[in-house]
């Protein structure tokens, strides 16, 4: 079975510093996908990284940077700089397709940032 | 740039009555979605659907739940008959063939 465990439920920081919202999954398929979301207070998702499982490669956007390590089965994301706008729900998620398969959520983490 | 529009934004019915909440996805998009997230819980999958069928559905989806594609634009989401448990957001969300899934803002439906 597939799961999504993200162990932090809240996180509280000043503004400026950086912060790490961890995220470890479960699954027996070898293709698999997986994401990040972020639920701002207005409450709508919003889509931020998909990785490939064959793609360990991690990645960088701005403030923002995910780290990927398939022998942990964890798809941490970093903001560096944390601001006030990026106070919000993280969600982690796991698909075993791309387009078509249903996402498998974590329970996400409140993160909030203080200025 | 595309957006899945979903409404209403809030709807708010009495037990035992019909809901339908309804969904505009991207109108390039192949597959379609629908997830709940209940207040302070994560979000859960409840239908995909593709070419005119579902495609997999979850426990949640139930008898009392049905989906439809009436055209070629609209995507509904029915729920029969309310109960206080289905108090929730329910979000829309479409997807291309190999891409990830865009969420609409989401309806907030409270069942009194």
């Known amino acids: 079975a597939q799961k999504v465990t993200q162990a932090q439920t809240e996180i509280s920081v000043v503004e400026k510093e950086d912060v790490t919202l961890d995220c470890v999954y479960e699954?027996?398929?070898?293709?698999?996908?997986l994401f990040w979301y972020k639920q701002p207070p207005s409450g709508e998702l919003v889509f931020l990284i998909r990785?490939?499982?064959?793609?360990?490669q991690n990645e960088i956007s701005g403030r923002y940077s995910w780290n990927f390590q398939k022998s942990t089965s964890s798809f941490n994301f970093t903001i560096t700089a944390s601001q006030v706008v990026d106070s919000a729900v993280y969600f982690c998620?796991?698909?075993?397709?791309?387009?078509?398969?249903?996402?498998?959520f974590g329970q996400g983490t409140e993160l909030s940032v203080k200025p | 740039e595309p957006e899945v529009t979903q409404t209403p934004s809030h709807q708010v019915t009495q037990m035992g009555q019909e809901v339908i909440l309804r969904c505009v996805p991207i109108?390039?998009?192949?597959?379609f979605y629908w997830y709940r997230q209940i207040l302070g819980q994560k979000v859960e999958f409840l239908v995909s659907?593709?070419?005119?069928?579902?495609?997999?559905k979850s426990e949640i989806f139930d008898d009392q739940f049905s989906v439809e594609r009436p055209d070629g634009s609209n995507f509904t989401l029915k729920i029969r008959s309310t109960k206080l448990e289905d108090s929730a957001m329910y979000f829309c969300?479409?997807?291309?063939?190999?891409?990830?899934?865009?969420f609409g803002q989401g309806t907030r439906l409270t069942v009194v």
């Open positions: 699954t027996r398929d070898t293709t698999y996908y």
């Open positions: 659907f593709y070419n005119n069928e579902i495609s997999e």
């Open positions: 990785r490939n499982s064959f793609d360990e």
């Open positions: 109108s390039n998009h192949l597959y």
């Open positions: 969300a479409s997807s291309e063939r190999y891409t990830e899934a865009f």
């Open positions: 998620a796991l698909s075993e397709s791309l387009g078509g398969g249903k996402l498998i």
